[in-house]
């Protein structure tokens, strides 16, 4: 089970959904927060966060998209979830929404015994 600070069980598993099916991105991360998170969470940089967590318990796989698949990235879980904190940083500082990927694109395993208990 991942501890995840407190995030519900619904914004947990509306993302395990979106990077099953098509990858969740940055925007489908502050769209869980959202629909189902706290009040005041659904910011870029809280989604930064949260994003940040689930690719260092590697629970889920930072890619970019490479045609019509996804390439994971080459480096650590660590290094990969310091790289998405320092982008959304970036971007919440400009005060604007990420663009579709323009951070991360947040796969699942192939394996499903990675499924979080949610």
Do not use: C, N
Not at 30 to 51: D, Q, R
Not at 64 to 79: I, N, T, Y
């Amino acid at each position: 089970m991942i501890d995840a600070d407190g995030v519900s069980h619904d914004v947990l598993e509306y993302i395990w959904e979106q990077a099953e099916s098509d990858g969740a991105t940055l925007r489908d991360v502050i769209a869980a927060l959202i629909e189902y998170g706290t009040p005041g969470m659904a910011t870029v940089e809280e989604a930064g966060k949260l994003a940040a967590h689930l690719v260092r318990t590697e629970l889920l796989i930072p890619a970019e998209l490479d045609g019509d698949d996804f390439a994971p990235w080459s480096s650590s879980p660590g290094d990969s979830a310091e790289r998405i904190e320092r982008e959304t940083l970036r971007i919440a500082r400009e005060k604007r929404l990420p663009l579709p990927g323009e951070v991360v694109w947040l796969v699942a395993p192939q394996s499903s015994e990675r499924q979080p208990e949610v």
